[in-house]
DNA sequence: CAGATTCTGCTTTACGTACCTCAAAACTCC
DNA sequence: GGAGTTTTGAGGTACGTAAAGCAGAATCTG
């Protein structure tokens, strides 16, 4: 049977009391006191039974989840993911509150988190845009004592508990490898398309794809980057423009959001067997991408996983209890047709 | 604040012991009135709080693992993360037995699985080697209405109740895949090596391996299947014999146990970096190839989660609680050298 | 050594559920 | 309508912990 409080109390030969106030760092105990009970729970091997604590406690988990309004399929997706964790979110006492902010929008973020009721709230998840406005709003909460995580996009660690993302530096190698060895000896140039490089992740992915590419593909010769804005016309309209004026396209590379426009104007040619394409995010589209064969490969990062783990981690950081590091380590997965789950 | 028992009695026009008769289906109860708390239930959105019905119940779960005994690297590594997890149990009132029984023996197999006391366990995952032996003793388990899952390697599901692990034949369609478009336009011939071909997750692979490679990739040959026997020695042996029998090999796969003898002959040749190489799992020592060069690609299945999952998937069923599909499917990984967590 | 202060013990209530007992009420059957 | 059975109600205790109040003990201060 596994020792309790009680059996504490009598291995350090105090009352129940005391152990409580040593447990939950209450005053009024004697340094000399405080040690006997802990070595009695070390020798006991006691273990606060949290259930019963948070029910003691009427402990309730109110996490607010801070993400961009659908921007891109990617972003829909984690708010989908989000919906999901809320309905299991009863089982156990956690209530989950998503806020939708303008995307991209450090202000917008800025006042979201301004507006916390610190009262209210036990732990904050956000999808950050960093800016000095956004590191005071952290600032303020971290002084209250309220658990964040960073999801997907980062600000500087000292302003958060945990980042649970990628790293976009190694994502945008790991395409450029791919791209390079699904191209083998062939050489030509590569097109890059994105969003807008103004995102910190994707400008992340661009940089460290072109350079491992200078490094290790010397045959490839990076494309200027078509920004389509989140828009998939303009995407369509310049990517086809790109592939008329050059002949010699062996790979492209879809950094973010703009894989419907890619895939469309892919389709519409005859040569898009020629051409390797990498693109981010596993959604309904680029799975068909890569099952057609218009998509080589997809890198992905796996919004459900993110989810879960940053509720984990907040929940960890209100409990004090441990976080098992490999569980919440978010994978750069790499897909092809054979391996889609 | 969530509904208790207690707003269900009074919803209900009830008792209290009533509705505690009903939600844990307990007898003497008319069917009408079943109907009426079930109709107060749904109404109030009523939904037990398992933490506290777990404190009442003093319910403790008592899972057994069954593993082959320190095989390969990969089975060692299993059974590394079982006893992290171990360590963490403790913390939800979780006790993991881990039980090793003669690799690949199924007879060893069905007597551990006979040899357990049904009323000192709650649920079991044991890595499965298939037998008629194996399928009566997981039939008295079923009976008992002991939960059971298989872990790595399956039996047929009416035999257990989930099975965590990967699809190997989809993982050797990857790997058949990833050798075909690393080799490029080259053709050749490609080696396969594996512990045993006797164990069904490797003649899966293999068997898929060879089909697709077939399909796909017709400038490349398969060579017959040198079998290691899970002995490092001999994989060297045999490994190096062929590759000096044979002048055009552009690829090779390594299906299971065996890595660390490819590694050794490839590492020993000049040729290295001109043969591609496909392994499975990811361990210190595929790490390291993948870093050197030597190895292209490792495909994994993730110890760590598998474990987990199972824990999670036992205490679901033990508890008669929902799953999260997507967060139980184990995937098939793909690492090269830079997306290695 | 009295008085103040700090520390500790004892006890109670509560959280939401499980499970038990005993008695009362509501049915069934003849 | 009485005997028997089934269904329901009322109430209690328990699980392990939290949090509180109050009294008594130990320690410190002057």
């Given at each position: ?63 607010l989840f801070i993400v ?33 902010v ?7 973020l800025?006042?979201a988190l ?10 904050v998840a956000l999808v950050a ?5 956004v590191?005071?709003?952290l ?9 964040v995580v960073t999801l997907?996009s980062?600000v500087?660690?000292?302003?958060r ?181």
């Open positions: 049977m596994r020792p309790t409080v009680h059996d504490v109390a009598g291995e350090a030969g105090v009352s129940l009391a005391t152990v409580d106030r040593v447990l939950n760092r209450r005053s009024g105990v004697r340094a000399e006191t405080v040690a006997r009970v802990n070595a009695a729970i070390l020798r006991l091997g006691y273990v606060r039974d949290i259930s019963a604590a948070n029910l003691a406690k009427q402990r309730v988990y109110n996490l961009p309004e659908g921007s891109n399929s990617f972003m829909l997706g984690l708010e989908q993911e989000l919906n999901q964790a809320k309905l299991y979110s009863v089982l156990d006492r956690t209530h989950l509150d998503i806020r939708k303008k995307t991209f929008d450090a202000d917008a800025a006042t301004d507006g916390i009721d610190i009262t209210q709230v036990s732990g845009t960093e800016s000095e406005r590191r005071r709003a600032a303020r909460l971290r002084e209250a004592d309220i658990p997907v980062d500087s660690d000292a302003y508990d945990h980042y649970v993302g990628i790293d976009n530096i190694a994502a945008g190698r790991t395409a450029a490898s791919l791209i390079g060895r699904f191209c083998g000896r062939r050489s030509g140039k590569v097109a890059l398309v994105a969003g807008s490089m103004l995102v910190k992740d994707h400008a992340e992915r661009r940089a460290a794809f072109e350079q491992a590419i200078g490094e290790a593909f010397r045959g490839l010769e990076c494309l200027p980057v078509l920004e389509g804005r989140d828009d998939a016309a303009v995407t369509r309209t310049l990517l086809a423009e790109l592939l008329d004026r050059e002949h010699d396209v062996v790979g492209l590379y879809s950094i973010g959001a703009g894989n419907r426009g890619v895939i469309d104007v892919l389709m519409s040619r005859t040569d898009y067997r020629d051409i390797t394409v990498v693109a981010h995010e596993l959604t309904d589209h680029s799975k068909q991408a890569l099952h057609d064969g218009i998509f080589d490969a997809v890198i992905n990062q796996d919004a459900g996983h993110e989810v879960r783990s940053a509720i984990r981690l907040l929940k960890a950081r209100i409990d004090d209890t441990p976080v098992i590091a490999n569980q919440e380590a978010i994978r750069i997965e790499i897909y092809i047709r054979d391996n889609l789950p």
